[in-house]
């Protein structure tokens, strides 16, 4: 299953390919329960049919746009059996008054040109719904069509940022204990000449590509890591049943390694999704990092139980926030596990040892730590390096039960 970025790359690549293949748009809105999720999962099954493959390997594929729209694009091999359980989904919805299921078929083979227009104007409408303030123009469109194309040849390597999140220790003071790994925003505008984050659209199904890129640019990757990495993931691709796919192909050398930060504001909006993306984490033995947590309660405290809290040190205004007050609204649980980012004043370190936070990331972590090598002996920097220091994997049990870790993977850290 594919969502939006998925179907916008599908419907480019069919405009040169003219492959043998139909596409049917299937409009839900006219059915009751289309918002009830065992109804959709159902409905999605009897559509999709069985995972075999067509006699020539192909196979249906399903883009689940949300709310009221469905997309499968089908072989000519499967289509008479598409077709008839298609009418048969039909028949039943009709005789159990359930509402009338609209289709619209396209042959690509002849109509690529036109199935590739529905599909723009379905992504139109649907961004004008979900941004009233600031629907995609064309011009964005087009833009993420061409960053669709060029991110799939492009080598990741060039957009990719590292930096280390750091256990504050009172001994051996800054210990490595994690690589946060990122796609630099800054780096993709000047490469596709926008301003992403002032178009909410193209910002959304940018990083949503990008999701699926850094999973593969990880399974590619042949480094040995001795450090686990933490990567920036949209809730719905931790959801996805691509992500349980990538995760089954890790190789040894990625298991226990993985941390995804999901964004707090994600939480906000689809507790449903958040709570089936940690619950697809934790089967897969992924950790988990709710990124960007505000520094002021709001107005709904209730937080997810996962292994890591992040809260920014600096503002989205360039300013430091203050946390002295607020910070409280975590709990001792969360505050314990609370990773202090964005820390790019010397200031931020001090702030985290007043408030007993116990990591930190960021410029002026990044300094005092190297700051710290170039002063001590050549013992101690052998020991202070990432992964030689033997608490990095020991276990720290927290002091309560409702403290554990939610996966075994935190106290790789001595979290």
Known sequence: MQNVSGLLGAAEHYRRDKPERHAVILDLSGLLHKDDPVFRRTLRRWLVGDDKQAADGANVI????????????????????????????????????????????????????????????????????????????????????????????????SLLREQIIFRLDDEKGLVPVMVERTVSIEALDRLFATHMRREPWLFDQATALLDRRMLYDLLRDDAVHTLPIAVKLHAATVAGEEFREMTARFPARLHGKLVVEMPFLEWVADRELYRKALSQAQADEVAVAVDHIPALAPSDTELPVVDWYRIPWLGDDGAPVDLSGGIAWLGPVARTRCVLTRCRDDQALEDARTLGLRYVEGAAATRAYHDGLRVGDDQRRERMAPGNDPTDKASVEPADELAKPTSWWSRLFGG
Do not use: C
């Open 62 to 157: 399903l883009f689940d746009m949300g709310k009221d729209k469905l997309v499968l694009s089908i072989p000519d091999s499967l289509l008479t059996e598409r077709r008839q359980a298609l009418g048969r989904v039909e028949e039943a919805l009709a005789s159990h008054h359930r509402g009338e299921l609209r289709t619209t078929w396209f042959d690509l083979s002849r109509d690529a040109d036109g199935f590739g227009d529905a599909v723009r104007n379905l992504v139109e409408q649907m961004g004008s719904e979900q941004y009233p303030d600031a629907p995609p123009a064309a011009d964005a469109l087009d833009k993420f069509m061409e960053m669709e194309r060029t991110l799939h040849a492009v080598d990741l390597s």
